[in-house]
C-alpha cells in the first residue's frame, strides 16, 4: 500500500538559515511518482516539484533542492537561505502507475520562518 | 492558467441536510480529486474518479458520495451532514497522459464546511 510519512510536524527556524524538510514513502510499485506541494497561509496548494521514480538526479530551483534517495525511499526538500515569504505548510505525495490514480499526501510540515 | 473552481469558499449547514459541494476544472483533465483537511491528518482521499462516471473510493470515503457526468465537474455529495464533517475540502485535477502517469495535481481554493 502507498504511504507518505513527514515526520517533522512543526519547524521554526531564523530567516537565512537552511532548512531540510524529510519525506519518507513506502509503495510495491517500480515506477511511481512523488511531489512537493506548498500551502500558504492563503490556503491554496501550490505545486512545487514532480520526480518519477527512474530519475534520482538531484534538483535545484533556486533556493529550492530536492534530495531523491530510492535507498531509502526518501524525497527530501531543503530550502536554503530562508526567508519570511517560506513560511507555510509544505506536503509530500506519491502517485503510482497503474489503473489507481490517486494521490496520497503526507500529512505535511508546517515551516515557520521568524524574521 | 490551470483553474479549479470550488463553489464556495465557506459553508454552513445543519446537521442531518444533505450538501453539495462543486467543483470544476478547466484544462480537459482525465482524474478529479476530493480531499479534506483537517489539523494534524493532513490531506486525505476521500473519492477520485479517473473518467466521466467513473469513481473510486479513497481513504475515507464512509458518509459521502460523488458525481462526475461531465468531465470538467466533479461534485462531493455529504448525504446527511454530521458535525465530524466539519471540515476544509479541496477539490484537485490532474492529466494522465497514457503511459506516463499522474502529472501535478492542481487544486482549488478549499470549501470550509462548518456542521453545526
Known amino acids: 500500500a502507498q504511504k507518505v510519512t513527514q515526520a517533522q510536524t512543526e519547524i521554526s527556524v531564523v530567516e537565512k538559515e537552511d532548512v531540510t524538510l524529510d519525506c519518507v514513502y513506502e509503495?510495491?510499485?517500480?515506477?511511481?511518482?512523488l511531489f512537493w506541494y506548498k500551502q500558504p497561509p492563503s490556503g491554496e496548494l501550490v505545486f512545487l516539484i514532480r520526480r518519477n521514480s527512474f530519475d534520482e538526479q538531484n534538483e535545484i530551483s533556486g533556493r529550492y533542492s530536492w534530495n531523491f534517495q530510492k535507498s531509502t525511499s526518501s524525497f527530501n526538500f531543503t530550502i536554503t537561505a530562508s526567508q519570511v515569504v517560506d513560511s507555510a505548510v509544505y506536503f509530500c505525495a506519491l502517485s503510482e502507475l497503474n489503473r489507481d490514480d490517486k494521490i496520497i499526501f503526507g500529512k505535511g510540515t508546517r515551516l515557520h520562518i521568524l524574521p | 492558467d490551470v483553474k479549479v473552481t470550488q463553489s464556495s469558499r465557506y459553508l454552513v449547514k445543519r446537521t442531518g441536510e444533505k450538501v453539495f459541494l462543486e467543483c470544476v476544472q478547466d484544462m480537459d483533465h482525465e482524474n478529479m480529486f476530493w480531499y479534506r483537511q483537517d489539523p494534524g491528518l493532513g490531506l486525505r482521499l476521500i473519492y477520485f474518479s479517473y473518467d466521466v462516471k467513473m469513481k473510486e473510493k479513497g481513504d475515507i470515503p464512509e458518509g459521502y458520495s460523488v458525481s462526475r457526468e461531465k468531465k470538467e465537474r466533479f461534485s462531493l455529495i455529504l448525504e446527511s451532514a454530521s458535525t465530524n464533517q466539519t471540515s476544509m475540502y479541496l477539490c484537485a485535477s490532474s492529466s494522465n497522459p497514457q503511459g506516463a502517469g499522474n502529472t501535478e495535481a492542481f487544486f482549488g481554493q478549499g470549501t470550509r464546511l462548518t456542521v453545526v
Open positions: 509503495t510495491r510499485d517500480t515506477t511511481y511518482y
